[in-house]
């Protein structure tokens, strides 16, 4: 069974900088691309940021140029930096991999920005 553990969120200020971290179990990140996604109140799930393992990586528009996205293969781990935070960023961050078979969530972490 997969499991994602994410880790690192907190309570920042409008312009502070946060690191979330996702462990993967098992022998998925090897052959996944991993994501990050969010949820803020009231708001759908929207994707924030993707790498594949070829290196591909995609960023959600409204986080372009202040979030980066990294894969560690030998922790197993997928990061997510995130610089000039804004409140607009505030919400339930979640670690994700899927396929057509499958797709699995970690158990969200909270960000929240304040002005």
């Known amino acids: 069974q997969v499991q994602l553990v994410e880790s690192g969120g907190g309570s920042v200020q409008t312009g502070g900088s946060l690191r979330l971290s996702c462990v993967a179990s098992g022998n998925i990140f090897r052959t996944n691309a991993m994501a990050w996604y969010r949820q803020a109140p009231g708001k759908e799930r929207e994707l924030v940021a993707a790498a594949t393992t070829e290196g591909e990586i995609h960023y959600g528009d409204s986080v372009k140029g202040r979030f980066t996205i990294s894969r560690d293969h030998t922790q197993n781990t997928v990061y997510l930096q995130m610089n000039s935070l804004k409140p607009e960023d505030t919400g339930i961050y979640y670690c994700?991999?899927?396929?057509?078979?499958?797709?699995?969530w970690g158990q969200g972490i909270q960000v929240t920005v304040s002005s």
């Open positions: 994700n991999t899927a396929s057509v078979a499958y797709n699995y």
